[in-house]
């Protein structure tokens, strides 16, 4: 069948090592020029290798070469060249993925969509905008700073926006704000034969060919299937995001931010959900475990609790805040939970949340000459107690160090694991301690992934957690939409 | 090209008119018979007749027989029998639909599916349920009562919850609480093969062969495409939904009601905006104008202004509320708005709220004899005031009685639009008229329905609203996923 994939991933979970390739004939690279103009192409050995890899532990795969297009058009022209010739087409936003998402496992062309970067359209009223591919989420936050509004969607990387539709990402303010599943109002795909598609409608203006690549759209349609959300998180596989049209939310009057330790995790996802359950607004609920924290302390200079511990914050009103405080508080305290730090102030607020922001580095730091690895799963809100205890366990039984934080009001935790990169068989135990967490969530009806993406690494995990029927739809989607199998190849499926 | 229908639709827009078919063998009844038991199938023509239409004028269209299956594996059965032998197949909940979606246009088997109205799981702190397709809306609220628990999509019918997802229904609560695009966390569908797919992964219970269809699943992921998505608002032409697993929220701690009146529909959409710019988390925000509003008076024996009108709900704890109030009566105040009513106790909000719930029979009460047709565009908010203004003007350009009411929130209203079904030239009207307001939504970035589904009545508005590319992507969807096009044939596409 055609698009039948081996799952078996983790052969490429190996440290990065520069793998050459490039099979372009020089017509073909001269066919894209034409298209982008001589400057915006390379072969050039370091420009691929760059472009090669994301910040995951898979290898480097490099393309065969790397095109920057100026416009949805460039990249419809671009599309249907290297569809026509079999080349396969992997797109490339800030290669800030963490499941290999951009290697080129069958070679062929990059296309670096970063030179798209204008934001098309703010709409202030309707709570929408326009953006092209090559935007940033910081760039579009800091472009509203003085409008009132925010994008809250936050991965930890300042990903471009496209990219992060792309992923379907999250991050910490999702439990309030929700996803990119939930943001995403209309979004412009080039297909694989270079025709554009409008997931949401095109609106009128193209008749006139006016120059707005993605209408603003309605706030809600019922007009059809959803193909916004077919796309949000099909990981390049499907076709290229040119434009997305997002939901802004206004910025919130005030924000507080809190932490507090717990005896247990229990009693921190106890709490949790008694703060959903009696409707707090909570804006960010996120968990630190007691080893976590103590990097956290070592890194930073702090002098937190070392224990299990929530970082939350709280968005609305100076008095909606007040209550939201008091309210969270009791809850928290009826569950054992001390150490009360609550800030109001930007700076203070920071210093409070400097320990969550600086996770990943203080994480590396616990063994100097580390790689980290990031697991994603996701699983009921009241499965979390017992999978953090598990992982926990299974961290000793695997012999390896790893720091556990999560964003714990959608069930969502990664594990961060230290690799040395030149230990092959810690790699092994990584590996296989990741599938086994894997296994976990799924056997508690969750996800091997809430944020992260299948990518190259998850294929087999999400064999088993949509099962034979499930992975034969999404295969006769990608066959449907990319007969070649030539969109961002060995991805996902 | 397979599945390639005629667009012209309106040709059905005429009043109900039974029209016989009866096209199935004996032998092909009697195996429908041995899937579910002889009592569960009818041909009687009353049954046929009563599955040939919904709530809408599209003429009754009857299938050639009705089965009533008691669980999923039934109706995997049941698919397979019919997709094999070529015989349409049309799922039926409630019949509330207002687009046509369960006319039998090629007659076939109607698989109705109420009878499977068990609620299977209640998870209340994962905030999750799992329901059978024939539990409605107020049942499972009345189930969750007293679990602190509700779920909030409130079309206006008493419509079955896996109906409403099939359509992509949503209603008064959308803006704060999202659509049922937003609320489905899983479903299982039954493929046209037989097969069951499950949208959001299957769990491991099924290893086990244990009783449930549609695990709970995490509150978010992102493993693979999001069948989901895809198939809520597929009315039914990819797949029966035979369970859904739906996200809960917490019952608010309290409810405050509201209604003002204002000078123009400009300043009732300017206090829209700006209730939502300042972050005031409004439950519903409901526009009725003042025909809307006389009908109203005259209907329910009220005293109300005779202007444009919002009606507003507010839900959180009680010091919350009184501040979402205050502010909210600040704004309206500073864009002219007047006649306030405040009410908190559920009597009072319920006869405060009178008016809007009665909405449709106020305006059938205008012309006695008249049958109602509801418009459902949806627009970017700012750009309501200027098509509310050209409804109105459209209205007495082709002389007909309408009333307008809104989820303003959302930039939804409905025209309901009364008409004499004697009459075929007004019929003509109404459908010329929603027609051109079809397209004057669109031509506003809009989308020519908000909640009601394409239908039968559709297509046309459908195919310039997402364009020719569009079209032939959810056309190559439909293709994969029904080959023989016997899902639900002649809607949406």
């Known amino acids: 069948m055609a698009g039948l994939l081996r799952p078996a991933t983790w052969g490429l979970f190996s440290w990065r090592g520069y793998c050459s390739r490039g099979t372009l004939s020089a017509g073909f690279v001269e066919a894209l020029k034409a298209v982008v103009g001589s400057p915006h192409v390379s072969t050039a050995a370091a420009v691929r290798e760059q472009h090669g890899h994301d910040e995951s532990m898979h290898r480097c795969q490099p393309p065969d070469a790397v095109v920057w297009p100026q416009d949805a058009e460039q990249v419809g022209r671009l599309a249907a060249l290297c569809y026509g010739q079999g080349v396969p087409i992997i797109p490339f936003g800030t290669g800030t993925g963490l499941e290999g998402g951009v290697c080129a496992v069958q070679g062929g062309v990059c296309i670096n969509l970063t030179r798209?970067?204008?934001?098309?359209?703010?709409?202030?009223e309707d709570f929408s905008v326009v953006v092209e591919p090559g935007v940033t989420r910081k760039a579009l936050n800091t472009h509203l700073r003085d409008r009132g509004l925010w994008f809250p969607v936050d991965p930890g990387a300042d990903a471009s926006l496209c990219g992060m539709a792309a992923t379907g990402a999250s991050g910490t303010n999702s439990v309030r704000y929700g996803t990119m599943r939930d943001n995403v109002l209309n979004l412009e795909v080039v297909l694989p034969s270079g025709q554009r598609l409008h997931t949401a409608g095109r609106?009128?203006?193209?008749r006139l060919g006016a120059h707005l690549?993605?209408?603003?759209?309605?706030?809600?349609?019922?007009?059809?299937y959803n193909l916004t959300g077919l796309f949000v998180g099909s990981e390049g596989t499907l076709g290229l995001i040119t434009a997305a049209t997002l939901r802004l939310h206004p910025v919130p009057e005030a924000t507080v931010a809190a932490t507090c330790a717990f005896p247990t995790v229990q009693a921190a996802v106890d709490s949790t959900v008694h703060i959903l359950q009696a409707a707090v607004p909570v804006a960010r609920i996120e968990f630190l475990d007691e080893v976590m924290m103590d990097a956290c302390n070592r890194h930073s200079k702090l002098n937190c609790c070392v224990a299990p511990t929530l970082f939350l914050e709280f968005h609305g009103s100076e008095q909606a805040l007040a209550e939201q405080v008091q309210r969270t508080e009791e809850i928290i305290r009826h569950n054992g939970g001390s150490h009360f730090s609550w800030a109001k102030e930007a700076e203070e607020r920071s210093r409070l949340w400097a320990?969550?922001?600086?996770?990943?580095?203080?994480?590396l730091a616990l063994r100097p000459g580390c790689k980290g690895y990031s697991t994603d799963v996701c699983v009921p809100i009241s499965r979390l107690p017992e999978i953090l205890v598990q992982t926990k366990e299974d961290l000793e039984a695997w012999r390896l160090t790893g720091t556990i934080v999560g964003h714990v009001g959608d069930g969502n935790f990664h594990c961060i694991l230290l690799v040395d990169p030149e230990d092959p068989e810690e790699l092994l135990r990584v590996q296989a301690f990741a599938e086994q967490l894997g296994r976990r969530a799924l056997a508690l009806h969750g996800t091997c992934t809430g944020e992260h993406g299948i990518g190259l690494g998850k294929r087999q995990l999400l064999l088993e957690e949509v099962g034979a029927v499930g992975m034969q739809t999404m295969r006769q989607l990608k066959a449907t939409l990319d007969p070649r199998g030539l969109m961002n190849p060995g991805k996902v499926l």
Chains 1, 2 share one sequence.
Not at 116 to 124: A, F, Y
Not at 355 to 361: K, L, V
């Open 213 to 224: 690549p993605c209408v603003p759209g309605p706030r809600k349609s019922a007009a059809g």
């Open 355 to 363: 320990a969550r922001h600086n996770a990943w580095y203080a994480s």
């Open 116 to 124: 798209m970067d204008r934001i098309l359209e703010l709409n202030p």
């Open 203 to 206: 609106g009128r203006r193209f």
